[in-house]
């Protein structure tokens, strides 16, 4: 007497094959729930709107290049936070700056600082966190009127600047 075959779900064959497209479709539904849980942040819906505005931004950083205004930015350890002393013409000491420090990277790490003056004429913020590495920094008063743009480097053996070198 012969032995029976055995039937085709009991042999490695045909759920070798069946494995390789199921681990394929597993897979791509991984990587699809990782595209969707990390969407690209440095992609803008607005791109348009935010062309638009670019001349009139230019217009703020020649206001500030006419009154040659400038800024250095420290680490405030004895404050615990970072002391901006902003030279140039027209700085108000009574009022409010706002320094945005946007990451290059990850826009989750972008943050706006208030920055108010104290008797010194340096204008201080605490901090959240530790600011390491390369950011987008843009200086402008909290009512408009001119605006600092420079990329800057906390790891930089030289404070960051912004505007007319000091």
């Known amino acids: 007497m012969t032995d029976a075959p055995t039937p085709w779900y009991r042999q490695f064959w045909p759920w070798f094959v069946i494995a390789l ?3 394929s479709v597993a897979l791509s539904f991984a990587t699809l729930a990782v595209a969707v849980r990390n969407a690209d942040s440095l992609v803008r819906d607005d791109y348009y709107k935010a062309g638009l505005g670019i001349n009139h931004d230019f217009a703020l950083e020649r206001v500030a290049a006419q009154r040659q205004l400038g800024a250095t930015l420290r680490r405030d350890a004895a404050h615990g936070g970072l002391a901006v002393e902003v030279r140039g013409s027209g700085i ?20 706006v600082l208030p920055l108010r003056a104290d008797a010194d004429g340096i204008f201080r913020s605490p901090l959240a966190a530790s600011l390491r590495g390369p950011w987008n920094a843009t200086l402008t008063p909290a009512g408009g009127g001119w605006r600092l743009v420079a990329r800057i480097d906390f790891d930089a053996a030289t404070p960051p600047q912004l505007g007319a070198p000091g």
């Open 21 to 23: 497209p199921a681990a």
């Open 92 to 111: 108000d000491p009574h009022s409010e700056l706002l320094l945005a420090l946007a990451h290059p990277t990850d826009a989750g790490r972008d943050q």
